[in-house]
């Protein structure tokens, strides 16, 4: 009897081995392109009016992972574009009538788990910059341009396909405070999907 439990848990544990190697989460080196939508939402400095804006934001990532089995940690850079441009109501005694967002900057970690053969998923936090352009629709004033600073978070599901390819479908949320100008707070909510390459 003793033999044959040896005999089957040696089978269970060799048939095991293929199943784990293949939930192991993904690690090295990757880079890739982002796009996706954005929303912009600005608050007045002395947050009487907010206005918003829908745009599209495209951009390059990269970065590296540690695998760690079933999970990894890592870290990864992001550049940026989007086309968001926001006007506060007419109403705004403000000085400046709007804010128009230009390129976003960010550095963080991230960390998750392989939750399917072959599908990863993640959350990420780090540091964020957003190249502001404050404007007039009048034209009476020269535009302004600032860079804001602040913290990014969010999460996401990446999935390997053939070969050293992977893609990725991602929620981040960036605050940025103290803008510049008549602007006081400036928030990007974005959903991205992306190509990647890993090495």
């Known amino acids: 009897m003793n033999k044959m439990l ?7 544990a060799t048939g095991a081995t293929p199943a784990m190697a293949q939930t192991e989460a993904p690690g090295g080196l990757y880079v890739g392109a982002i796009a996706g939508f954005e929303g912009l939402e600005v608050e007045s400095g002395d947050a009487s009016v907010s206005a ?3 745009s599209v934001v495209y951009g390059i990532a990269a970065g590296y992972d540690l695998s760690l089995g079933g999970g990894f940690v ?3 850079g992001e550049y940026s574009v989007s086309t968001g441009s926001t006007e506060f109501p007419n109403t705004f005694a403000g000085a400046r009538d709007g804010l128009e967002a230009d ?8 960390a998750g788990f392989a939750a399917t053969p072959g599908i990863a998923a993640y959350g990420k936090i780090g540091y964020t910059a957003l190249d502001t ?7 009476t004033f020269a535009d302004i341009e600032e860079n804001a600073t602040g913290i990014r978070y969010g999460g996401g ?3 390997q396909l053939p070969g050293p390819l992977e893609a990725r479908v991602e929620y981040r949320r960036s605050r940025y405070g103290d803008v510049g100008g008549d602007v006081g707070m400036a928030t990007t909510d974005q959903v991205v999907a992306g190509v990647g390459v890993r090495f």
């Open 74 to 76: 890592g870290v990864e």
């Open 157 to 159: 599901v990446q999935i």
């Open 133 to 139: 352009r404050s404007f007039t629709t009048a034209g």
């Open 103 to 110: 390129g976003q900057y960010y550095l963080g970690a991230r």
């Open 6 to 12: 040896a005999a089957l848990a040696a089978m269970a």
């Open 52 to 54: 918003d804006a829908d």
